[in-house]
Structures are given as C-alpha cells and as structure tokens.
C-alpha cells in the first residue's frame, strides 16, 4: 500500500500564511468558503485544518510563495 504525505497546519502556519496573503481572518475565510470562527480556531490552536481546508491551504501557500514549515505526517488509510 502506498502512503500518502500530508501536511499537518500548525496555528502558527495558518496565521503567517494569512498575514503573508495580507488578508483578514474574515476574508480568509470567505476565499475558503468557510466561517470566519472556523479560521480563528486554527489560529488559536483550538482545531486544525483537515481535508479539503488543509488541502487548500497547502495550494494557496505553494502559488503564493510561501515558505512554510508544515509537519508532515503518513495517511496509511490508502
């Protein structure tokens, strides 16, 4: 079986990833799709982002240029 590599969003990458797009949490989270108290529990550590959310992220940081240090972690489900 072949493992997947995701990466795992720390509050700290979230709020760097938010500021380097100079955005709001509330506009954040409008680009998203989601509530606004959803991107500051990420911010606060209260949740991470996960699926589709993290999947996101890791798209908006790649073609945004930013140089973030996500954990990565192995999906054995696949």
Same mark, same amino acid.
Request: without cysteine; hydrophobic residues 30%; glycine residues 8%.
């Given at each position: 079986?072949?493992?997947? #590599?995701?990466?795992?969003? &720390? #509050?700290?990458? =979230? +709020?760097?990833? +938010?500021?380097?797009?100079?955005? %709001? $949490?509330? #506009?954040?989270?409008?680009?998203?799709?989601?509530? $606004? $108290? %959803? =991107?500051?529990?990420?911010? %606060?550590?209260?949740? $991470?982002?996960?699926? %589709?959310?993290?999947?996101?992220?890791?798209?908006?940081?790649?073609?945004?240029?930013?140089?973030? &240090?996500?954990?990565?972690?192995?999906? #054995?489900?696949?």
């Amino acid at each position: 079986m072949e493992r997947r #590599k995701r990466r795992r969003w &720390k #509050k700290e990458g =979230v +709020r760097a990833l +938010r500021r380097h797009l100079g955005l %709001t $949490q509330a #506009k954040l989270a409008e680009e998203l799709g989601i509530r $606004q $108290q %959803t =991107v500051s529990e990420w911010e %606060t550590g209260m949740y $991470q982002p996960r699926g %589709t959310s993290a999947t996101l992220l890791n798209i908006i940081a790649e073609r945004s240029g930013f140089d973030y &240090k996500a954990e990565e972690e192995h999906d #054995k489900s696949n």
